[in-house]
């Protein structure tokens, strides 16, 4: 006998959005595993903190997804009054997938900094973005917790929209959503025009740029789409039982960890990209009658990180052209 209430658009969504979400888990833990094996060695250790507490609060809002479905699939089965309420794991896990945001936004806003020659317009704007968006996540439990069931059947009986009948959703999701969109916006716009303001008239210099600038709209885009549908979805949505936009919620916050350990385990590749782009090359010169020597010019492609060390993987190119006599070389030696 089918269900008395439908519940493929609430229910059938949340299922749906929990294991897309928990399989992106499965990724992250993997990255996390080769970070710590491969691709460690060489940073700092509150690089490697942050990497340890931000897969730790990434386990946490997968465990408090797993505790609210099977507390309303389970525990209170069949229990429609129970569907009808905010389950405290719901709210929780709001709270810890936008700080779970809000801090991979401060390292992106930290390789900016870098970038930019440690200029502080941009980090700055992220930044105080990042605030605003910290203070809402800390009053989205609390809005939660004031949506009435009645509030939520009249939105239904007038078949109007939600966020028009129940303003409380409108800082649940439209107002932290855009935040979060902007703020990605900014940060992927801004690490492509400073990588590839870094581009020089060398080859391999310019190959790993477009490199790091194709990880960078790959990681950006991907979580910007995935914020884009949540927000349509919670602007048009018609019915208080509909939580498909939760769905691209909970994609979208294991998105954000999974991108960041991605980006970390790609700085080995890059180095060693790096160290083969440190090319001598000797320009095959004609012989010299005027003067009877051979003289050869020899470019050297050097990258460096752009602060100390390669820990933050943030490249910049130096160049420079070294013009001596072959002859005078071979007298030398």
């Known amino acids: ?7 493929d658009s609430s229910l059938g969504a949340l299922f749906i ?3 897309l979400s928990t399989a992106v888990y499965g990724v992250t833990c993997l990255q996390a595993y080769n970070y710590f094996m ?9 690089l490697k903190l942050f990497v340890i507490v931000l897969w730790v609060v990434d386990t946490l809002h997968v465990a408090l997804l797993a505790i609210f479905y099977y507390g309303y699939t389970v525990t209170n089965f069949g229990d429609y009054e129970f569907l ?6 719901l709210t929780i896990q709001v709270l810890i997938g936008d700080i779970i945001t809000v801090a991979i936004h401060m390292f992106f806003a930290c390789r900016i900094y870098l970038l930019s020659g440690k200029k502080l317009v941009i980090p700055s704007a992220i ?3 990042d605030l605003a968006q910290f203070c809402e996540c800390f009053k989205r439990p609390r809005v939660f917790l004031n949506v009435h069931v009645m509030d939520l059947a009249l939105a239904t009986a007038k078949n109007c929209n939600l966020l028009l009948n129940c303003p409380q959703f409108l800082n649940l999701g439209l107002l932290p959503i855009s935040i979060g969109m902007t703020d990605d916006t900014i940060v992927t716009a801004s690490m492509i025009y400073y990588l590839r303001k870094s581009r020089s008239s060398f080859k391999q210099t310019n190959h790993i740029v477009n490199t790091l600038v194709t990880y960078t709209i790959n990681t950006g885009l991907l979580t910007t789409i995935f914020t884009l549908a949540c927000l349509l979805l919670l602007s048009i949505q018609d019915s208080p039982t509909s939580l498909i936009f939760a769905l691209f919620f909970f994609i979208e916050v294991r998105l954000y960890t999974c991108s960041f350990m991605s980006v970390l385990n790609s700085r080995t590749a890059l180095r060693e990209r790096r160290d083969h782009s440190i090319i001598v090359s000797t320009l095959h010169s004609s012989e010299s009658h005027s003067n009877g020597n051979d003289r050869s010019a020899i470019q050297l492609s050097t990258m460096q990180s752009a602060s100390a060390g390669p820990k933050e993987g943030v490249l910049v190119t130096k160049t420079r052209e070294v013009a001596f006599d072959l002859e005078q070389a071979r007298t030398d030696d």
Do not use: E, T
């Not at 006998?1 to 519940?7: D, F, Q, T, V, Y």
């Not at 491969?38 to 509150?46: A, I, K, M, Y």
């Not at 009808?84 to 794991?89: D, I, L, R, S, T």
């Open 38 to 46: 491969h691709h460690s060695f060489n940073d700092r250790w509150f």
């Open 17 to 19: 959005g929990i294991i």
């Open 127 to 129: 930044c105080l973005i």
């Open 84 to 89: 009808a309420k905010v389950y405290w794991p």
């Open 1 to 7: 006998m089918p269900s008395l209430i439908p519940l």
